[in-house]
């Protein structure tokens, strides 16, 4: 054998992808075991012992050791006796018993208010509030949440699993938010803070981002790669890739609003000039819809549509993702925008990019903020394989 | 409770993100437990076996029947005694025997010649040669992919762990070339053809995806997220995340070389016009060298850069990664078109983003494909949890 060209020094050490993170011990199969059946039952509406047993892979007696466990923590529920099919004698069905508990879900997302709702397991609001911000900034803002949060909580009387929250700006482990400048929030510890007050788990996502769970774990089950473009306030995104979100090295993936779209742009609050949200986010387009004739109104709801149709391309096409959902007022985004967005985005990627791809408006804008952050607090329940 | 406002229909199903895709049996432990320490004497030079034990949570004795086992197989060898270090015998380390197993790599993407190699469990390249294309297409093109192959088949007494190919085109699962329009390879079944024809494991990957596989486990451990940026014939981009390579709905992530950024540009092969790859593959920078005047170089490259910069920016941002790396002729690369990108992509996304950014040349760029080819045959030998 030559040592010929080309050859290398030996790198030290090597990484190779995908990792290796996780050791199988007995107890993490335990809660592998746990999270599987749960993962299942939330994905039907019942099974019998014998079906979970079957499509799990688990035994009969582990099925059964695990199904009583989750019945006694009043998660799961017998829901009555199958039908009869052929020989045998009908199992007993299991599934999720879904308000067995509740979840409190918080959107912090628009400007002038905050949303609270009280949620089941699966994701049906059965209480929903808002309170007006009035202005609200700092600790006044983090009370009036609280307030909200204390005012739900009332309003179930079920065992409550935790506090998800859905919020404007990045978002770090811990539930800190890193800025929401309306709120006058800097390193805002909110789930800190909500913890210490309630007692309860937090879990805090951005805004975008839980918006993008919620289209994941609600509309359209299995329906593969996704992002979701939240137009409000400001402009953001979310983006759930092989089923999990995307957070990014500093967890800001997704901010596509402060990219510089023209660079002798108008100047952005963010101090740099030609920003997307500039061009997309809803005060500016309601800005020149008010300063525009009524003719104009379709060319500048069009041209909206236009520039995130060019920010979006290169991302939909480095993704090679097949489904685009815009979130946000029903005047705004529906019709020209969305029309514009569509062309521009078709125009711009190949054909084996655009042939397969959906761009659609999410139909009920207003509580995937919500469903999204009890996602969140879902997901701690049923645990990570 | 009130089932006030904003109640919506029950959804039949629900999935929760992230996915929870294996059962825990205990022949999968056994399988992970593998893994688990493969994995760690990749990432190391030699371990003893009571060190593996501590780092992984086995027991003495499981880690004990796995290293015998690896050792049988001839992946791990025996490197001598430990160090003393204060109490207690010193331990016999392990670690991978790099040279036991040899893989066969082939890199496709240039468009006048073939590479391949021999490489050894570390990534160091002990064979390494190049056939002219000589204008071959279709099956003759396979003919000299083959003859290649058994060339530095020949080069090897070791046991070969199987063959690593990066191409042109987009792959999808199974070796199939979608499409590779110089070689005249339409759907075509490398992947297949190869096994048949030399009865080893064969993996096939695009050559930007492999090349950042590389760059992930060669260059800079545990470093995140990256994109590699390829300039060669065409434009493509590979991207990991969290470790992992993003794949991509149809096989397509990274292909970014036909998102369109000038609606009035010239017309592309593709039959659309305006195409990044107009704009910074290779061949078209050349050709406008070639008119420009020497006073005219540095702009024609900045031009290039800048292009390459406008369409990273909206990736990178949504992606918050932190490494950027471009892969192509130094002539072309190195200087003012690495220097405008860095500069618009920096411009063109906020602090949080552009603060940590990497954005770099990729130094041995010709061996990074080959790299990446062994890394897919290396990935199934270490097997995934």
């Given at each position: 054998?030559?040592?010929?060209?080309g050859a290398v020094p030996?790198?030290?050490?090597?990484?190779?992808?995908?990792?290796?993170?996780?050791?199988?011990?007995?107890?993490?199969?335990?809660?592998?075991?746990?999270?599987?059946?749960?993962?299942?039952?939330?994905?039907?509406?019942?099974?019998?012992?014998?079906?979970?047993?079957?499509?799990?892979?688990?035994?009969?007696?582990?099925?059964?050791?695990?199904?009583?466990?989750?019945?006694?923590?009043?998660?799961?529920?017998?829901?009555?006796?199958?039908?009869?099919?052929?020989?045998?004698?009908?199992?007993?069905?299991?599934?999720?018993?879904?308000?067995?508990?509740?979840?409190?879900?918080?959107?912090?997302?628009?400007?002038?208010?905050?949303?609270?709702?009280?949620?089941?397991?699966?994701?049906?609001?059965?209480?929903?509030?808002?309170?007006?911000?009035?202005?609200?900034?700092?600790?006044?803002a983090f009370e009036q949440?609280?307030?909200?949060?204390?005012?739900?909580?009332?309003?179930?009387?079920?065992?409550?699993?935790?506090?998800?929250?859905?919020?404007?700006?990045?978002?770090?482990?811990?539930?800190?938010?890193?800025?929401?400048?309306?709120?006058?929030?800097?390193?805002?510890?909110?789930?800190?803070?909500?913890?210490?007050?309630?007692?309860?788990?937090?879990?805090?996502?951005?805004?975008?981002?839980?918006?993008?769970?919620?289209?994941?774990?609600?509309?359209?089950?299995?329906?593969?790669?996704?992002?979701?473009?939240?137009?409000?306030?400001?402009?953001?995104?979310?983006?759930?890739?092989?089923?999990?979100?995307?957070?990014?090295?500093?967890?800001?993936?997704?901010?596509?609003?402060?990219?510089?779209?023209?660079?002798?742009?108008?100047?952005?609050?963010?101090?740099?000039?030609?920003?997307?949200?500039?061009?997309?986010?809803?005060?500016?387009?309601?800005?020149?819809?008010?300063?525009?004739?009524?003719?104009?109104?379709?060319?500048?709801?069009?041209?909206?549509?236009?520039?995130?149709?060019?920010?979006?391309?290169?991302?939909?096409?480095?993704?090679?993702?097949?489904?685009?959902?815009?979130?946000?007022?029903?005047?705004?985004?529906?019709?020209?925008?969305?029309?514009?967005?569509?062309?521009?985005?078709?125009?711009?990627?190949?054909?084996?990019?655009?042939?397969?791809?959906?761009?659609?408006?999410?139909?009920?804008?207003?509580?995937?903020?919500?469903?999204?952050?009890?996602?969140?607090?879902?997901?701690?329940?049923?645990?990570?394989?």
């Amino acid at each position: 054998m030559t040592d010929a060209l080309g050859a290398v020094p030996p790198p030290r050490t090597v990484r190779l992808a995908p990792r290796v993170t996780t050791k199988a011990l007995p107890q993490d199969s335990r809660v592998n075991n746990r999270s599987l059946v749960l993962q299942m039952l939330f994905e039907t509406e019942a099974m019998s012992r014998a079906e979970i047993a079957r499509a799990s892979g688990l035994t009969r007696a582990s099925v059964s050791t695990l199904v009583a466990e989750l019945v006694g923590e009043g998660v799961l529920a017998e829901l009555g006796l199958a039908a009869r099919t052929g020989v045998g004698k009908p199992g007993m069905l299991v599934g999720l018993d879904a308000d067995s508990s509740h979840i409190l879900a918080l959107d912090l997302s628009a400007d002038d208010r905050f949303i609270g709702a009280v949620i089941n397991l699966r994701g049906v609001v059965a209480y929903r509030t808002e309170v007006s911000l009035g202005g609200a900034t700092g600790q006044a803002a983090f009370e009036q949440v609280a307030a909200l949060t204390a005012e739900i909580a009332g309003r179930t009387d079920r065992r409550v699993l935790g506090i998800g929250v859905g919020t404007p700006g990045i978002v770090v482990p811990g539930g800190t938010i890193v800025e929401a400048a309306h709120l006058d929030w800097h390193r805002f510890p909110l789930g800190a803070r909500l913890a210490d007050r309630f007692g309860l788990p937090v879990h805090v996502g951005n805004d975008a981002n839980v918006a993008a769970l919620a289209v994941n774990t609600f509309r359209g089950v299995g329906a593969g790669d996704l992002i979701v473009v939240n137009l409000e306030q400001g402009a953001g995104a979310g983006i759930v890739l092989g089923g999990a979100l995307l957070e990014g090295e500093q967890s800001a993936a997704g901010e596509i609003g402060h990219v510089m779209i023209d660079e002798d742009g108008e100047p952005c609050v963010c101090g740099r000039r030609g920003c997307l949200e500039l061009a997309i986010a809803v005060p500016h387009i309601r800005r020149r819809l008010s300063v525009a004739g009524v003719a104009q109104r379709d060319e500048v709801l069009a041209a909206a549509g236009r520039a995130l149709g060019i920010a979006l391309a290169p991302v939909i096409s480095a993704l090679n993702l097949n489904r685009v959902v815009l979130r946000g007022p029903e005047d705004i985004i529906a019709g020209p925008l969305l029309e514009s967005a569509r062309t521009t985005i078709r125009l711009r990627t190949m054909a084996v990019i655009s042939d397969q791809l959906s761009i659609s408006r999410a139909i009920d804008g207003e509580d995937l903020v919500l469903l999204g952050a009890a996602v969140l607090v879902l997901s701690a329940l049923i645990g990570v394989s």
